[in-house]
Nanobody, 115 residues
Framework: QVQLVESGGGLVQAGGSLRLSCAAS????????MGWYRQAPGKEREWVAR???????DYRDSVKGRFTISRDNAKNTIYLQMNSLKPEDTAVYYC?????????WGQGTQVTVSS
């Protein structure tokens, strides 16, 4: 059973930066796609960014130019560098790994952006 563990969340002022990490208990090469999602209070979980095993990346429009997703296969970790943070980025951020037929989720890490 693969486990995904997020870290790096916290409280930051608007305009600041955070880097989230998602460490897998095994090789991340097993995942066809890995991604970040977020869920704000009272809202549905939404997709933020994704990276494929061929390093193709994609972002939701509201974070393009501010967030960068990357992966380090040697460390079995993906990252989400978040710059120019806004209060509307406040949410619990989740890591997801997708294989054929199975999805894996982390437990989430809280990001709070104060105005």
């Amino acid at each position: 059973q693969v486990q995904l563990v997020e870290s790096g969340g916290g409280l930051v002022q608007a305009g600041g930066s955070l880097r989230l990490s998602c460490a897998a208990s095994g090789s991340i090469s097993r995942f066809n796609i890995m991604g970040w999602y977020r869920q704000a209070p009272g809202k549905e979980r939404e997709w933020v960014a994704r990276i494929t095993n061929l390093d193709f990346t994609d972002y939701r429009d509201s974070v393009k130019g501010r967030f960068t997703i990357s992966r380090d296969n040697a460390k079995n970790t993906i990252y989400l560098q978040m710059n120019s943070l806004k209060p509307e980025d406040t949410a619990v951020y989740y890591c997801k790994g997708v294989t054929i037929g199975l999805d894996y989720w982390g437990q989430g890490t809280q990001v709070t952006v104060s105005s």
